[in-house]
């Protein structure tokens, strides 16, 4: 997983979990506690009530994307722009401020006079984002979308016949089109991946935004940090049965859930609950883990064929090497060199895969059975091995 320096900034598996508080500057919003069109107290509502609850990232909107809406031009927003430049200007906190815009004109004129990255609600439809983006040497937020300016989010509207293959678009399926879309005009080195959970078309259901959710340590694969903004969604409220004003507990629930899959940002209107909801979320990301005379036996977080050969890519290792096993992944990190040789020689015998990832450090890969057989083998032979074979028989359980 590739980290992103957002403007000192680190985003990624390494760091804490980053919240990106909203402000609007679009008299559209639906959601008019975060609507201000004086400067002042725009900056006022900033510090205390993003910067100061916790918000790392301020995400500034210079128009609603919500679908109701027309779409302003890029001269229309660079008029509404001098509202978010003056207050970023006034606000005395410190954070990472970033412009939401899908156009590469606006966000040259934004980052040239005081943002610090971009997001980018239409995932590079305009094709000079990725070029501006990486001129000024910017994070940017790519969320999923087809090729349309005009359509943000409404991935389903891309033709994938076209686009991909007519095999590939008869048997895709929405995670699929989505996992696609952020592919689509490539990725920068600093660009962070957003799922596109919300309503954007008709066509799009509460069940593809669950099931996006489900699936959502599958875009890791894509070896950039993650952002997700489902603060209030319906997706969430129609399970609990909730309006949008009561609908923060299902909000903070998914947000632990979705930092234990994955998510490295969470971009809310609900800053200071939802940083302390992604806290407990990081704090219990699965990673199974014993040390023990000097070795240290990981299980890595794997629920999918996708983010299993992504972990395996990782460590610079081919996929080929899993071959139809169900993904299993343990990293044993202080191998002396003559311990690795048994290893190694122990795990061939029982078909599982095995290689160096860094000196001392190696990844073993194969199904339960395999590396149960593997752990019962390294028992019953005498020497260091056979404490490793008992403590990779813990890890199993």
């Not at 760091?15 to 508080?21: A, E, N, S, T």
Request: proline fraction near 4%; include cysteine; glycine fraction near 8%.
């Amino acid at each position: 997983m590739n980290s992103v320096d957002a403007a000192g900034l680190g985003i990624g598996d390494d760091y804490p979990p980053r919240i990106m508080g909203v402000l609007n500057v679009s008299e559209e919003s639906p959601y008019d506690p975060s609507v201000f069109d004086d400067p002042g107290e725009a900056a006022r509502y900033v510090d205390e009530e993003l910067i100061g609850e916790g918000a790392d990232i301020v995400d500034i909107g210079l128009e609603s994307a919500n679908k109701r809406f027309d779409v302003l031009s890029a001269d229309e927003e660079l008029e509404r722009l001098h509202v978010a430049l003056d207050t970023i200007e006034s606000v005395s906190g410190d954070a990472i401020f970033s412009i939401e815009t899908r156009y590469a004109e606006v966000a040259d004129e934004a980052l040239s006079q005081g943002f610090d990255m971009v997001n980018d609600i239409c995932g590079f439809a305009d094709p000079e984002m990725p070029r501006v983006c990486e001129e000024h040497d910017v994070a940017v937020a790519k969320m999923a979308s087809p090729p349309n300016l005009e359509r943000p989010g409404a991935v389903e509207e891309t033709d994938w016949a076209v686009r991909k293959s007519p095999d590939w678009a008869e048997t895709a399926d929405y995670v699929d089109q989505v996992y696609e879309a952020l592919k689509q005009n490539g990725l920068t080195d600093k660009t962070i991946v957003d799922p596109a959970f919300g309503g954007w078309s008709e066509a799009q259901t509460l069940e593809d935004d669950r099931e996006t959710f489900r699936r959502l340590r599958e875009f890791r694969a894509l070896g950039r940090p993650m952002l997700v903004s489902i603060n209030r969604k319906n997706f969430l409220g129609e399970i609990a049965d909730r309006e949008t004003e009561e609908r923060l507990p299902v909000s903070l629930a998914a947000t632990s859930m979705a930092v234990e899959r994955g998510a490295h940002v969470i971009r809310t209107h609900d800053v200071a609950e939802t940083r302390d909801a992604a806290l407990i979320g990081k704090a219990f990301t699965e990673r199974a883990s014993v040390t023990a005379d000097g070795l240290t036996i990981s299980q890595l977080d794997v629920h999918s064929t996708r983010e299993f050969r992504t972990q395996l890519r990782e460590r610079g290792i081919d996929p080929a090497i899993a071959g139809d096993w169900q993904p299993h992944l343990l990293e044993i990190d202080g191998l002396a060199p003559d311990a690795s040789d048994r290893l190694t020689t122990v795990a061939l015998e029982h078909g599982a895969g095995i290689r160096r990832v860094t000196d001392g450090k190696w990844l073993l890969v194969g199904s339960t059975g395999t590396i149960s057989d593997v752990a019962t083998d390294l028992t019953a032979k005498n020497g260091r091995l056979s404490d490793f074979g008992r403590e990779l028989s813990r890890v199993l359980r």
